[in-house]
């Protein structure tokens, strides 16, 4: 209601847009209704009966610039009593009027006629105002003023509803005469087609805003997105909604030229994820990642998705769980930690693996681990244990130099005494040598 009435007050003060109206430059009306005195002597009184009648009037009108029209109206009518000093002479009371003034109309609707391809019965609320000479309670200088909707039915006929009030001062009684008349009312657009009002210049006529979009025809862009609510339309955006696909970027931000297009190097208003891999734009563009890339949507490789990864960066190689977290076992063997003969000396090769458990480490911060060194049965026992000591303190070390609190750790050497493979075998005694993570309560 607030957006109708703004509209009723500032549309005067607004230019027309390149948008065809229903009502044509020349249009002709015709309204016709029932009348009730309600000023003067014909004006309802107790235990008299009630004065009524029938009026009609006739006009033409030129519309200058939307939504002004310059409009003549001719009047006339029949009332069922007469006025006390004629009351011997006449049983009722006839009624004419010329008079010339203005219509107004607002919510001028364009989509074409309900017979018309994509049309539809929307039509135009007026108001009109008049000056004029009016017989009555005789020769009367007097006004008038009416709202009215029209439907827009079949070109160029549009039909709909009025309410006129009429006062006359002067007169054979020195007063002042008034009536009320309602009924209904026809346009038939003549001639010449005029120009809706677009007074925020976004491309959308007022009446196309208010009734159609619902958006605010006195702000080009409605939700305050960057992008003029004309654009929103013809782009397919919603003008009402900021961020239209709900990716966190707004659609102004995402549609930089403003074009209503998809241009090379934007992401698309209307799509989550433009790149369709599976990260919203939004998120994209906020931690650094190619919103045109699905290559990065999971930029770790670890089969979850950047958004919903709680452990980013995750070493090649790890398991993870739902969360994108390394998963730790009670006991898990790290296969590929590889040791020069005969010594702790940790070879290059290992890196991955090692990698792999810092990775299980640091996405469980509670997990304390006993780091167990495996050898196989070649060579005497306490050596073998001597030098599994050596190679899991050597891990741990490792692990401790790179973040990992050491208090989290034990390292343990096993020697040759849990294999895992018999010892009859060169694959068997690789298996063997082996360092294991096992949780510790």
Same mark, same amino acid.
Request: net charge negative; hydrophobic share 35%; aromatic share 8%.
């Given at each position: 209601m607030r ?10 003060l607004?230019?027309s ?15 016709l ?7 003067g ?5 107790p ?21 002004v ?5 001719l009047?006339g ?15 009722g009371t ?7 003034g ?14 018309e ?6 039509g135009?609320?007026w ?9 009555f ?18 070109r160029?006929?549009?039909?709909g ?9 002067g007169?054979?009684n020195q007063g002042?005469?008034?009536f009320v008349s309602v009924?209904?009312?026809g346009?038939?657009?003549?001639w ?11 491309g ?11 958006? &605010?025809?006195? %702000?080009? $862009? /409605? =939700?305050? +997105? *960057? #992008?003029p609510? !004309?654009? @929103?339309?013809?782009?397919?955006t &919603?003008?009402? %909604?900021p $961020? /239209? =696909?709900g +990716? *966190? #970027?707004?659609d !102004?931000? @995402?549609?930089a030229n ?6 090379p190097g ?41 958004d919903?990864d709680?452990?980013?960066?995750t070493?090649p190689?790890?398991?993870?769980d739902?969360r ?40 469980n911060?509670?997990?304390r ?18 030098l599994?000591?050596?190679r ?7 692990l401790?130099?790179r973040?990992v ?22 694959e068997?005694r690789?298996?063997?040598?082996r360092i294991?993570?096992k949780?510790?309560?």
């Amino acid at each position: 209601m607030r957006q109708r009435a703004s509209l009723l007050a500032l549309a005067l003060l607004t230019f027309s847009a390149p948008a065809h109206a229903e009502s044509g430059r020349f249009n002709l009306h015709l309204d016709l209704g029932a009348g009730l005195p309600i000023l003067g002597p014909l004006q309802p009184e107790p235990n008299v009966p009630v004065t009524a009648g029938f009026t009609g009037w006739f006009g033409a009108d030129f519309q200058i610039v939307a939504p002004v029209a310059v409009e003549v109206l001719l009047g006339g009518g029949y009332f069922s009593s007469a006025f006390p000093d004629r009351a011997l002479e006449r049983s009722g009371t006839p009624y004419f009027s010329a008079a010339v003034g203005a219509r107004l109309r607002f919510m001028d609707n364009h989509e074409g006629y309900a017979n018309e391809q994509g049309g539809d019965l929307l039509g135009n609320l007026w108001v009109s105002a008049h000056l004029g000479y009016h017989l009555f309670d005789g020769h009367q200088f007097g006004v008038d003023a009416a709202i009215g909707y029209e439907l827009s039915v079949v070109r160029p006929l549009q039909l709909g509803f009025f309410v006129r009030g009429v006062v006359m001062p002067g007169g054979r009684n020195q007063g002042v005469d008034a009536f009320v008349s309602v009924g209904i009312t026809g346009s038939i657009e003549l001639w010449g087609r005029t120009a809706q009002l677009d007074s925020d210049g976004d491309g959308l006529s007022n009446e196309r805003e208010i009734n159609r979009y619902r958006t &605010d025809p006195f %702000n080009p $862009d /409605t =939700d305050g +997105d *960057g #992008l003029p609510d !004309g654009v @929103e339309v013809d782009g397919g955006t &919603d003008p009402r %909604n900021p $961020d /239209t =696909d709900g +990716d *966190g #970027l707004l659609d !102004g931000q @995402e549609d930089a030229n403003a074009n209503g297009r998809v241009d090379p190097g934007e992401t698309d208003p209307r799509e989550a994820d433009t790149d369709r891999g599976g990260v919203p734009d939004g998120y994209e563009v906020q931690h650094g990642t190619d919103p045109l890339l699905a290559q990065d949507d999971d930029e770790d490789g670890d089969g979850v998705l950047n958004d919903r990864d709680a452990c980013p960066g995750t070493a090649p190689g790890t398991e993870v769980d739902a969360r994108g977290c390394a998963i730790i076992r009670a006991r898990m063997v790290l296969p590929g930690i590889e040791f020069a003969f005969d010594s702790a000396e940790i070879l290059p090769a290992s890196e991955r693996t090692l990698n792999i458990a810092l990775q299980i480490l640091r996405d469980n911060p509670d997990a304390r681990v006993e780091i167990g060194g495996h050898t196989d049965n070649v060579g005497a026992a306490a050596y073998n244990r001597r030098l599994s000591q050596q190679r899991a303190d050597a891990v741990r070390a490792w692990l401790v130099g790179r973040g990992v609190d050491g208090r989290r750790m034990q390292a343990r050497g096993y020697g040759a005494a849990q294999p895992v493979a018999p010892n009859d075998t060169d694959e068997g005694r690789a298996r063997n040598r082996r360092i294991e993570f096992k949780q510790l309560d």
